[in-house]
């Protein structure tokens, strides 16, 4: 039977908020139909240890290596040797970033069609950039052109937090993304996830948000219309901090459970000072009146509409 891995890539300082993803990934996905796997690189012996047995008794297959495979890349770059280190029994791929949550089934995804070549990826905040015109726009477009794409294909440009593929398509993909940041450095102003859409444009498949949620839409009624399943965390602060908004205690609770089921983690939950929490607090409380007005009540929303009506996921 065909099976799905979902894969995570971490380091020890995003251990204990790619453990939370991944236990919610076995939850939300039968076990006829996928696996769950959290590669880890540069853990200590006791970190080692105590992911081990987590993973052990969960239900999630554990892999620690060395950097000496990427040769000195960051840790994140293992995701493009997933090919050569997960099991035979794997014939697709769906990675997540460590900082997701998973709030509801992944049936609808998992069961997808994709081809062995393809690679499906949900369009970047930057691409709805990208289609509005200034400065910073045009700072995309030249960053976006300096990747290959044409100006058609701006809106292409796709978030690397969740992504879909059949094998052979994440090897190919990774083989020529690695050779693209190992030749045009200076084009990849986002490391990897530059050179992957450098490298994927021919099979890349446009994917719906609602599995690559980026969490400051919460601040906009987008949350209602697309119903996401996959929320996406891409900076601070984030839930395992603490309930900053515009997401409430109910997005945290799962980090405390974490740390209540195995206390030993503890330690690896990274935990604000109370300077930076009141940092924070002011600062996402500012955010949320900012990004309401700059994407919920803009022609992005629009832009992030229409993109969904494409993939028929929202009415046109």
């Not at 998973?102 to 609808?108: F, G, K, M, S, T």
Request: hydrophobic content about 40%; some cysteine; glycine content about 6%.
């Amino acid at each position: 039977m065909s099976r799905v891995c979902i894969c995570y890539s971490t380091d020890q300082g995003y251990l204990y908020p790619t453990l939370t993803s991944a236990l919610q990934a076995r939850a939300q996905a039968p076990e006829t139909k996928a696996g769950v796997c959290i590669v880890a690189v540069d853990l200590d012996s006791a970190a080692q240890a105590i992911a081990a047995t987590v993973c052990e008794r969960e239900g999630i297959l554990f892999l620690p290596v060395g950097r000496e495979l990427i040769g000195g890349l960051r840790s994140y770059f293992f995701r493009l040797f997933l090919d050569e280190l997960l099991p035979a029994e794997f014939d697709r791929i769906l990675y997540l970033d460590g900082d997701t949550q998973i709030r509801a089934p992944l049936d609808e995804l998992l069961d997808t069609p994709i081809g062995p070549m393809q690679l499906m990826g949900a369009s970047d905040p930057m691409a709805f950039l990208a289609m509005e015109t200034g400065k910073e726009a045009d700072h995309l477009k030249a960053y976006m052109a300096g990747l290959g794409f044409q100006p058609e294909e701006f809106g292409r440009y796709f978030n690397s937090g969740v992504l879909f593929a059949g094998r052979p398509g994440w090897a190919a993909v990774s083989a020529t993304a690695l050779d693209f940041f190992r030749n045009r450095r200076e084009a990849c102003l986002h490391s990897d996830q530059s050179a992957l859409n450098a490298a994927s444009r021919r099979q890349h498949v446009p994917m719906s948000l609602r599995w690559n949620f980026p969490a400051f839409l919460m601040n906009t009624d987008l949350e209602r219309i697309v119903q996401p399943v996959i929320y996406h965390f891409m900076s601070n602060p984030r839930p395992w901090n603490g309930a900053f908004p515009p997401w409430s205690h109910d997005f945290v609770a799962p980090y405390d459970t974490l740390g209540r089921r195995y206390p030993q983690l503890v330690p690896y939950r990274s935990i604000f000072t109370p300077r930076q929490r009141l940092k924070y607090a002011l600062q996402q409380r500012y955010k949320k009146f900012m990004e309401l007005a700059t994407w919920g009540l803009s022609p992005r929303r629009r832009a992030i509409l229409d993109y969904e009506a494409r993939i028929a996921r929202v009415p046109a």
